[in-house]
């Protein structure tokens, strides 16, 4: 699922489902399910905030004019850009 939103966020690939739901919730001010925190399906808002994280890091490290000025002003963003990378097992890789 996260790297399912961050291929979406590189390449416009389809989203995740519970990035659809967090766009949506984002967009309407509203939970999936009606009722508060409590009454959404276990682990579903989780799901959300990861996939959301996930994109929203990875289009905002896209669209920087200076990536290492970036990953040193954003610790959160690059602590998930690395995460990211070593799900996809791209971190740590030397160029040969």
């Known amino acids: 699922m996260i790297l399912a ?3 979406c966020a590189d390449s416009g690939g389809p989203p995740p489902p519970e ?3 967090a766009w949506q919730a984002r ?3 509203t939970l999936p399910e009606p009722g508060g925190l409590r ?3 276990a682990g579903e808002l989780r799901r959300m905030t990861a996939a959301l994280n996930a994109y929203d ?3 905002e490290f ?3 004019n200076n990536w290492e000025q970036w990953t040193r002003t954003h610790p959160q963003g690059r602590a998930i850009l690395a995460y990211v990378l070593r ?3 791209e ?3 030397q160029d040969d």
């Open 62 to 64: 896209h669209e920087s």
């Open 57 to 59: 890091t990875i289009k």
């Open 19 to 21: 990035l659809e739901l």
């Open 39 to 41: 009454d959404q399906r």
């Open 5 to 7: 939103a961050a291929a």
């Open 91 to 93: 971190y740590g890789k």
């Open 87 to 89: 799900l996809r097992g």
């Open 27 to 29: 967009t309407w001010s």
